[in-house]
């Protein structure tokens, strides 16, 4: 019992003296730590903690005004590669060598920018001289492309074993393209200096957001951040463009400079009522020949307005009593001279206009007629002239939400700053000794049209912040009513002659689809050395005529085929614009229309115009309609009548030699036909064929270029 007890004492005692020897160790460590190896530790501690880390924000979205998505900010990724990873070098590389070739030849398949060969040797020399990071390529990659990069070999064991390091960074994508590209906007390639032009500049402070800050520590070979600021995302910016018609606009005036060749090109489509701007194009010529936004030139060129100007003009004439449209004039031969300038009308090489009323002045567009009219009213007193132009808020300043918004020059006869002569008053009254930016051109026919109400355009409908509105905007009133309303009913009415009336200039916009009223522009363009050759053609109106909807105004400028028209180039674009905008939102249905009946009351059945095209397919077609056809053609292309209660069907020939008469054909078969001669084809407008540059009966020669215009 004595023994037992005397092996447990000395059990204990043992026990007990390794715990005391175990706390002293503790302490001296401890000790040891904090006073002597105290600066040692603290600076390795210092060395695994990067502090006042920038958390960047996400910046906010940009959408069109019905929630699509305009501009947005995705996450992409730069890949590296660490070649001193240990388990890279255990085993005397076995891992490394094992995968180097399969893993290159996938690199090469991914990135495509090297060959496996390549990428071998650049991955061993990297890993023999111990790179820390290798760059795998300079491409950014996607997040889907990044979880598939992580499945290939080597990279599928995981960053610890493989070395794989990725750095994201954002970029800003525009889902839709180049649609309304110069007045959505860019962000520099440093993201941190935010928006470069347009609404991303505009807004920037509202879409970057708020950076937070952080701290990263290294613990188990991994580092932790730990966020000390919260960084708040930007907010969402919702503009008025609406996709479909931005689409309409950008098609139709991308045609109209590619038929004119045309240095340059403006459209802007506003809701007449609220102001709101729908659609915006700015097409600007490449020494490529091809076409892109470049800049806004829609709401900065300060540029003569020429003809567009005269409604303008008149307006103020009219309103004071000064003259009426029944007025007549004498324009002569179509020249005349006022002071030491001779004024022309676009008619002179024809004998000019002679006696025209005032409002044939405007309907034909005759610079004498309206140039005499107004110096007759203000002659004597040209700032009387002048002030009721800035009366009517013509050179009031839009305070647009896009950068680079040019103000009107309305020159005064009393700025001693800029010379003013006989001749200035009749150039002025006519869109010359002026420049006015487009959209300003807008905002007075915008005007016109809604009742004499004159309203700022504007870009953005709201700011939001997680789906709540931070700020809203809405149609801003800068003039309730520019003129007296018979006034405007006279105007309105002069706009309608433009396109309606035998003299009207504007003739070619007419449309069976949608009337329209407006007033076509054609203008030299001046330079330090005089007048340079070159025109800046417009048409500015509005439309449906009975109801307005829609303002719109089209400016080319320099073309380079056919005569310098406003009514003819412009007005064309100005016509396609309205007819598809008005097609886009019509709600009728084909039990709207009415059947068709002859004397007999006899009913007929409603049957389609087919197009010219190949047999087999409206064979098709007609079968599935249910629609009566005659089916005894034995050729491949044909054209269709409805005789009789059904569809009968012509043949016509196509040769493989000579270039057929495509007219009426639509553009899918005509392209078929004309590629399969080897012909290389263009095509401008949509709808069917209804002019080609090449004559029917032409031997076609492989390589040869040919356009066909659609309508």
Request: proline letters at 4%.
């Amino acid at each position: 019992m004595t023994e037992k007890r005397r092996n447990i004492v000395l059990r204990f005692g043992i026990v007990y003296t390794l715990i005391c020897l175990s706390f002293v160790l503790v302490l001296y460590r401890i000790v040891k730590i904090q006073f002597v190896e105290r600066d040692q530790w603290m600076a390795l501690a210092a060395k695994n903690v990067k502090t006042n880390i920038t958390v960047k924000p996400n910046r906010g979205n940009i959408y069109a005004c019905d929630g699509r998505l305009m501009a947005s900010s995705i996450p992409t990724y730069y890949v590296y590669m660490d070649l001193r990873v240990p388990a890279l070098h255990d085993d005397e590389g076995s891992l490394f060598k094992e995968n180097i070739d399969s893993l290159s030849i996938y690199l090469s398949s991914f990135f495509r920018d090297k060959t496996p060969t390549d990428y071998k040797l650049l991955l061993k020399k990297a890993y023999q001289t111990g790179v820390g990071e290798f760059q795998l390529s300079e491409k950014r990659i996607s997040y889907a492309q990044l979880k598939q990069l992580k499945t290939l070999p080597l990279f599928r064991l995981g960053r610890n074993k493989s070395g794989l390091i990725t750095k994201e960074y954002f970029r800003r994508v525009r889902p839709f393209g180049s649609l309304a590209q110069r007045t959505i906007g860019d962000i520099f390639a440093d993201e941190t200096k935010g928006g470069k032009n347009g609404i991303e500049l505009s807004f920037n402070s509202n879409l970057k957001g708020t950076s937070g800050i952080s701290t990263r520590q290294k613990v188990a070979n991994n580092y932790m951040e730990n966020i000390q600021v919260e960084p708040v995302d930007g907010m969402d910016v919702t503009t008025t463009i609406d996709i479909d018609l931005q689409d309409i606009a950008e098609k139709a005036l991308i045609d109209g400079v590619k038929q004119f060749d045309a240095a340059v090109g403006y459209a802007i489509l506003m809701e007449v009522h609220s102001g709101e701007v729908k659609a915006i194009v700015n097409m600007q010529k490449n020494s490529d020949g091809s076409y892109s936004e470049n800049r806004n030139g829609a709401v900065s060129d300060m540029t003569e307005p020429g003809s567009t100007f005269k409604v303008a003009s008149v307006m103020a004439a009219l309103d004071e009593g000064k003259v009426k449209m029944s007025d007549t004039i004498d324009t002569y031969n179509g020249e005349f001279k006022f002071g030491n300038r001779t004024m022309t009308d676009h008619n002179a090489n024809h004998g000019g206009f002679h006696r025209i009323s005032l409002a044939q002045a405007i309907y034909g567009s005759s610079n004498i007629g309206v140039s005499r009219a107004i110096v007759k009213a203000y002659g004597r007193n040209p700032g009387e002239f002048v002030n009721k132009l800035y009366a009517m808020k013509l050179n009031e300043p839009l305070k647009l939400e896009i950068p680079g918004v040019a103000k009107p020059f309305i020159r005064h006869p009393n700025d001693k700053s800029h010379e003013w002569s006989v001749t200035t008053l009749p150039w002025m009254s006519v869109g010359y000794e002026t420049q006015v930016p487009p959209i300003y051109t807008l905002t007075f026919y915008n005007a016109i049209a809604n009742d004499g109400k004159m309203i700022r355009p504007f870009f953005v409908k709201s700011i939001t912040k997680n789906g709540l509105i931070v700020k809203e905007f809405s149609t801003e009133v800068i003039n309730p009513a520019i003129c007296k309303p018979t006034t405007l009913s006279e105007i309105r009415s002069a706009l309608l002659g433009v396109v309606e009336d035998k003299m009207g200039t504007g003739k070619p916009v007419f449309s069976k689809y949608v009337r329209i009223a407006g007033k076509s522009g054609t203008a030299q363009m001046w330079a330090k050395g005089g007048n340079t050759g070159k025109h800046q053609v417009a048409f500015c109106g509005f439309f449906p005529y009975e109801k307005p909807t829609y303002s719109c105004i089209v400016v080319m400028r320099e073309p380079g085929i056919g005569h310098a028209s406003g009514g003819h180039m412009s007005g064309l674009v100005f016509k396609n614009i309205a007819e598809r905008v008005m097609a886009l939102n019509s709600n009728r249905k084909p039990s709207h229309v009415e059947t068709d009946t002859v004397k007999t009351k006899e009913i007929l059945p409603l049957l389609p115009e087919a197009k010219i095209g190949y047999y087999k397919a409206i064979q098709t077609v007609t079968a599935d309609l249910n629609l009566p056809l005659r089916t005894n053609n034995s050729t491949d292309w044909v054209k269709t009548l409805a005789n009789n209660n059904q569809i009968e069907v012509q043949s016509i020939t196509v040769s493989n030699r000579t270039v057929p008469n495509l007219t009426g054909m639509g553009a899918k078969d005509a392209v078929f036909i004309l590629e399969n001669m080897g012909l290389n084809v263009q095509v401008m407008g949509r709808g069917k064929v209804y002019s080609q540059n090449m004559k029917p009966g032409t031997v076609a020669r492989k390589g040869t270029s040919v356009m066909i215009n659609l309508q």
